[in-house]
């Protein structure tokens, strides 16, 4: 299924990404961990003929042959024990090398039809042949060019030339153009393989292509794009913070291709904690910092503090503690670009300092799971938060103050309108979709309706085309509407070829294309243009 889904807007992502590199440490955990593939062929006829694996002591294990394990019958067992008793192989030989030559033996040729079955003998080889060709038959004519040059048999050599354009082709398939844009789709398979899939859209075709992919550790909930490089902010880059069933939330690079880990994790574990420690107790090239270097680290971090709206009590109580439980939502602010929030299954909202990867506020104004939360287009210290208590809130975070509305049921979703600031939706889990303003006096919606059967289980309103709003949902379809006036009208209503939806996304570069993810696990693009009244 897909649970959750981004678009990458033009221009963010490199034409070429680059690949993961392993360095020392991790080749040499990797050599550590690795078995000879004779040892596991030998296991693997073992398991399969009944023996038993015996290994060997003495002589063998000091020098380290990889053959040290080998296999022996019940029959033999008493010969070889007899023979370590008495201190002979009956050769005069060591007892644990003579021992060891006599088994293979026995064993070659007890079990000569099993070995020539595996071909164990020539496990190591390419082939079972060498190739004795002089090299000067592998070449052309010193006189003749190699792109008219024909085999013995007059076919045309063209085996070059077709290699040539596959790597063409995969090089063009890897190039991320300037006209694409990118959609990440936090995705768990049916046999629970959990990856985030990051497609190549191109708008023009309605066309999207997988281009790689991040496997993870657990479940994706919820995903979050952002060009702010962790530990570094003013830096541009294309990165997604991913929250999962871990209180942990993850930060990969998207230009970076085969990556084993993320590039940082906010809080939930000590791995986070080293790494916050990494960032901020080491300075240019890696050095130490000095006692006083930290002092004033620690004093500019307050100041970062102040300015992001978190009181000292605050800090004091919230600094590098996580989550306790799922992180369910993420939003990243756009104005104030160090501030990642969260929302958790633990009652409790957070911001995040992507510079210090600490956590430099805690907000507790839920009585239970914070389902979403959204930062205001305008105002950089307006944050808005939905709970399955069954309340939206508008929170300012410089103050700690918060405003609350009672809704239809649990929230499921909420998104602010990019064209009216202080106007805001929000789906239920009874089907609503409802509207809010924060001009509006009092606590009342200022329109609700029924949209759905079942939860309205996602909702995407339209970055660029005023009142345009799409919802989704469990009953297996999604819909558009027009919300400006004072009851929302249906455009259109479409059953999901992705069964139950779970999240949808405008294109914020092609405002006519709606991305929808949902129990089947297969992204689906529809092309707004196809409804008559947006044509």
């Not at 999207?208 to 570094?232: G, Q, S």
């Not at 509305?405 to 889990?429: K, M």
């Not at 006036?485 to 570069?509: E, I, M, N």
Request: net charge negative; hydrophobic share 40%; with cysteine.
């Amino acid at each position: 299924m897909i649970s959750n889904l981004k678009f990458v807007p033009r221009g963010r992502a490199k034409a070429l990404p680059e690949r993961f590199e392993l360095d020392d440490a991790m080749l040499a955990e990797m050599e550590a961990l690795h078995v000879t593939s004779k040892h596991l062929m030998m296991k693997q006829i073992a398991e399969e003929e009944g023996l038993e694996m015996a290994t060997e002591t003495g002589s063998d294990a000091e020098e380290g042959d990889n053959d040290d394990d080998v296999m022996h019958s019940g029959d033999d067992s008493d010969e070889d024990e007899s023979a370590m008793a008495s201190g002979s192989s009956g050769r005069g030989e060591a007892p644990g090398k003579g021992n060891r030559k006599q088994r293979e033996k026995r064993f070659k040729s007890r079990y000569k039809d099993t070995l020539a079955k595996y071909n164990l003998d020539d496990y190591d080889k390419e082939d079972g042949t060498v190739v004795t060709t002089p090299l000067e038959d592998l070449m052309p004519p010193n006189d003749t060019e190699y792109e008219d040059y024909e085999g013995a048999d007059g076919a045309e050599d063209a085996g070059l030339d077709a290699i040539d354009e596959d790597d063409l082709d995969d090089l063009e398939d890897m190039t991320i153009r300037p006209t694409d844009s990118l959609i990440v789709a936090a995705t768990m398979d049916s046999d629970e393989f959990c990856h985030l899939d990051v497609y190549v859209y191109e708008p023009e075709e309605n066309n999207f292509y997988v281009h790689h992919d991040i496997m993870l550790e657990t479940p994706p909930l919820a995903v979050e794009w952002l060009d702010a490089t962790p530990r570094n902010v003013a830096q541009q880059g294309n990165f997604v913070a991913v929250a999962s069933f871990l209180p942990a939330i993850e930060l990969w690079n998207l230009d970076v291709l085969d990556a084993l880990q993320p590039v940082a994790l906010l809080g939930g574990s000590t791995l986070g904690a080293d790494l916050a420690a990494a960032s901020s107790g080491s300075g240019a090239g890696g050095a130490p910092k000095s006692k006083n270097q930290r002092k004033k680290d620690r004093r500019a971090q307050k100041k970062q503090h102040a300015a992001a709206g978190a009181s000292a009590s605050q800090i004091a109580a919230s600094t590098l503690t996580g989550h306790t439980a799922p992180v369910l939502s993420l939003s990243w602010n756009r104005h104030n670009r160090q501030l990642l929030a969260s929302g958790s299954a633990d009652h409790t909202v957070k911001l995040w300092d992507l510079n210090s990867l600490q956590c430099v506020a805690t907000f507790s104004h839920h009585k239970n799971k914070v389902q979403a939360v959204a930062w205001n287009p305008t105002e950089s210290t307006i944050l808005l938060t939905g709970s399955h208590d069954g309340t939206v809130a508008v929170l300012d975070v410089k103050t700690g103050k918060h405003r609350s509305w009672a809704v239809e049921g649990e929230i499921e979703c909420l998104e602010w309108d990019p064209h009216t600031a202080s106007r805001f939706f929000v789906t239920t889990d009874r089907g609503m979709l409802q509207c809010f303003n924060l001009a509006t006096p009092g606590t009342e919606a200022v329109w609700s309706l029924q949209v759905h059967r079942k939860s309205a289980s996602a909702l995407a309103v339209n970055p660029l085309i005023r009142h345009l709003v799409a919802t989704g949902s469990e009953d297996k379809s999604f819909a558009l509407w027009d919300v400006s006036g004072l009851q929302p009208v249906q455009l259109h209503r479409r059953t999901s070829p992705t069964a139950a939806v779970f999240t949808l996304a405008f294109c914020p570069d092609s405002p006519l294309h709606l991305a929808v993810g949902g129990v089947q696990g297969k992204l689906y693009v529809f092309n707004c243009a196809d409804v008559d009244a947006l044509a």
